[in-house]
């Protein structure tokens, strides 16, 4: 398991700033003592503070350090230049707002340049290679383990929250899958005159079974294979499913099968099929399938919607491409809609959409009407005005959607 590590790293460079601010000793002390304070520290000994005036003309001037209860703070001061470059290196966290006003304050610079290292260890997704990734400071391991079918992790990150990874894949985050899961449920749901029959295909983490039951459905039936995703979920993204409560609603019916195997014995017909998967890759591959999607079409009502998780479009065409391809063969109605979700890097997320039947998109009064009538009244991000703009795609998606090969600038 890996090991937290505190603190952070902050450097400050400074352009601009008037010379005599950079020249006067006193006013640079006064700058480390307010400094100290401000990022509430300990200051040990008196600051050191040399004028190197026989260095080279252009970088001459005074040089700062002051030890601090767990680290350090050092600066040179630039005076020719109106330069100054300062590190605070600390074992513990602190303000870096508080920070840069406190020296802005003392040297009045024109342009600040803020970098922030948060020291430990960090997240790298694999999803593209390591050409192209998404990554984030771990600030806390919560779990790392191996269900039956994959790996899973679940971290902590300031600005996430927890996060969930499959197989070095984040799935989902405590910060923004209200967007996801909003988008992913009442698109579908609010588009079909009172829906009452739904499936999820997947959905372990519970955030696309908690929207769904928003709606006044007779049954969701939520299949998902692994067991752990669930279970898991349900302990470190308690927010995502109320702690497990949602699979106490009468309403909720969880089975834990393989969702081929399930649509393929149904008998069932579904207003709605969502299939929340992940990408297709390893087991989730079959979830992508001619096979799985003709299985789809075969339960869905007439008219019944069929939505998918098409990956990001600008590093995934052939995802998106693929399945509209095999849906205009298999006679659905296919589009797709776009949400842009900060976790998953790379530009908007695209969710396919398609219809057994004729592909026709409700006008905005008639979904006004439709969301009042279903009372959701405690949403974050989906608004009527929201659903419809969602459709209008950029001309390159829409090529995508046609089956049109991308057409990419080459770099210079």
């Given amino acids: 398991m890996a090991q937290k590590m505190w603190g952070q790293h902050l450097v400050l460079d400074l352009s601009g700033c008037p010379k005599e601010k950079l020249s006067d000793g006193e006013n640079i002390l006064a700058w480390g003592r307010e400094l100290v304070k401000a990022i509430d520290m300990v200051a040990y000994g008196k600051p050191q503070l040399e004028h190197f005036a026989t260095h080279k003309l252009e970088t001459a001037g005074y040089t700062f350090v002051?030890?601090?209860?767990?680290?350090?703070?050092?600066?040179?001061?630039?005076?020719?230049?109106?330069?100054?470059?300062?590190?605070?290196?600390?074992?513990?966290?602190?303000?870096?707002?508080?920070?840069?006003?406190?020296?802005?304050?003392?040297?009045?610079?024109?342009?600040?340049?803020?970098?922030?290292?948060?020291?430990?260890?960090?997240?790298?997704?694999?999803?593209?290679?390591?050409?192209?990734?998404?990554?984030?400071?771990?600030?806390?391991?919560?779990?790392?383990?191996?269900?039956?079918?994959?790996?899973?992790?679940?971290?902590?990150?300031?600005?996430?929250?927890?996060?969930?990874?499959?197989?070095?894949?984040?799935?989902?985050?405590?910060?923004?899958?209200?967007?996801?899961?909003?988008?992913?449920?009442?698109?579908?749901?609010?588009?079909?005159?009172?829906?009452?029959?739904?499936?999820?295909?997947?959905?372990?983490?519970?955030?696309?079974?908690?929207?769904?039951?928003?709606?006044?459905?007779?049954?969701?039936?939520?299949?998902?294979?692994?067991?752990?995703?669930?279970?898991?979920?349900?302990?470190?993204?308690?927010?995502?499913?109320d702690s497990g409560a949602i699979y106490k609603n009468p309403r909720a019916n969880l089975i834990i099968q393989d969702a081929f195997k399930y649509i393929q014995e149904t008998t069932q017909k579904y207003d709605a099929i969502i299939v929340d998967s992940t990408d297709p890759i390893g087991a989730a591959e079959a979830l992508f399938s001619p096979q799985f999607y003709t299985l789809c079409k075969g339960a869905l009502k007439p008219g019944g919607i069929l939505i998918t998780q098409n990956g990001v479009p600008f590093l995934q065409p052939d995802e998106l491409a693929e399945t509209m391809k095999v849906w205009k063969q298999q006679g659905l109605s296919g589009t797709c809609y776009l949400v842009s979700v900060p976790?998953?890097?790379?530009?908007?997320?695209?969710?396919?959409?398609?219809?057994?039947?004729?592909?026709?998109?409700?006008?905005?009064?008639?979904?006004?009407?439709?969301?009042?009538?279903?009372?959701?009244?405690?949403?974050?991000h989906y608004t009527p005005a929201v659903h419809l703009a969602a459709f209008a795609l950029p001309k390159w998606i829409q090529d995508i959607v046609a089956g049109k090969p991308p057409v990419k600038a080459k770099a210079a």
């Fill in 343 to 380: 976790t998953y890097y790379g530009g908007s997320m695209a969710l396919g959409y398609g219809v057994n039947g004729e592909l026709k998109l409700p006008d905005l009064a008639t979904l006004e009407a439709r969301l009042k009538a279903a009372n959701l009244t405690d949403l974050r």
């Fill in 66 to 241: 002051q030890l601090i209860e767990t680290s350090n703070i050092c600066a040179h001061f630039a005076e020719n230049l109106g330069e100054v470059y300062i590190d605070i290196f600390s074992c513990r966290d602190f303000d870096e707002q508080k920070a840069k006003e406190v020296t802005e304050k003392y040297f009045a610079p024109t342009i600040v340049r803020v970098k922030n290292f948060n020291r430990g260890e960090t997240f790298q997704e694999n999803l593209y290679g390591s050409r192209v990734y998404q990554g984030f400071a771990i600030d806390d391991v919560l779990f790392e383990g191996q269900t039956e079918f994959q790996k899973m992790n679940f971290y902590y990150n300031k600005e996430f929250g927890r996060v969930l990874t499959l197989d070095n894949i984040v799935q989902t985050t405590e910060s923004d899958e209200f967007i996801y899961h909003e988008m992913m449920v009442h698109v579908p749901l609010l588009s079909i005159e009172k829906p009452q029959h739904v499936m999820i295909v997947g959905g372990g983490d519970g955030g696309s079974l908690r929207e769904a039951l928003k709606h006044p459905v007779e049954r969701v039936d939520m299949i998902e294979v692994d067991k752990g995703v669930v279970e898991l979920s349900n302990k470190y993204l308690p927010g995502h499913n």
